[in-house]
């Protein structure tokens, strides 16, 4: 193998890495959610959880930042806390939205498992922690900008 063909490939396992690293819950903790809500990586698929008065938003995109159409999707999540624990029924809420309610004390050690199958697909699983406050300040990244 010569030196040009080892640089390539050192440069594309680079690449890989780095691509990798970008897609952690820790690095998706640090980006500002489009929605002000936590980011999750879920296969080819962003999701991004909003929490607000007893209801739960999620937004649907892939790695890009292009909305993912929600029309015929089907889903769940499930709350876990010291509260108790709490299973909500998600829905298509428009574009690429999906929404459920239901009765659910938002406290600081929360956790969301959202599983959300898309038409035609099996179901994603992300898991969140939105209200656990990031360790590091978040980054300023608009929903485009995003790519790996």
């Known amino acids: 193998m010569n030196i040009f063909s080892k640089s390539v490939l050192l440069a594309a396992a680079l690449a890989l890495t780095q ?5 952690t819950d820790e ?3 640090t980006v500002t959610a489009p929605h002000g809500g936590q980011l999750r990586m879920t296969g080819a698929y962003h999701y991004e959880l909003v929490v607000k008065n007893n209801e ?5 995109t892939d790695h890009g930042g292009t909305n993912v159409d929600s029309a015929g999707a089907s889903g769940n999540a499930t709350i ?3 509260k108790g624990k709490t299973r909500i029924k998600l829905s298509p809420g428009g574009d690429n939205i999906m929404r459920g309610s239901g009765q ?3 406290v600081p050690d ?3 498992a959202v599983s959300i199958a898309l038409p035609g697909q099996g179901a ?10 990031p360790a590091t ?3 300023a990244v608009a929903p485009k900008a995003h790519q790996h």
């Open 19 to 23: 691509t990798a690293h970008a897609h």
């Open 27 to 29: 690095y998706l903790d």
């Open 56 to 60: 739960l938003t999620i937004y649907l």
């Open 80 to 82: 876990l806390s010291s």
């Open 104 to 106: 659910f004390e938002a």
């Open 110 to 112: 929360m956790k969301v």
């Open 124 to 133: 994603a699983l992300a898991r969140f922690t939105p209200l656990k406050k």
């Open 137 to 139: 300040a978040p980054v």
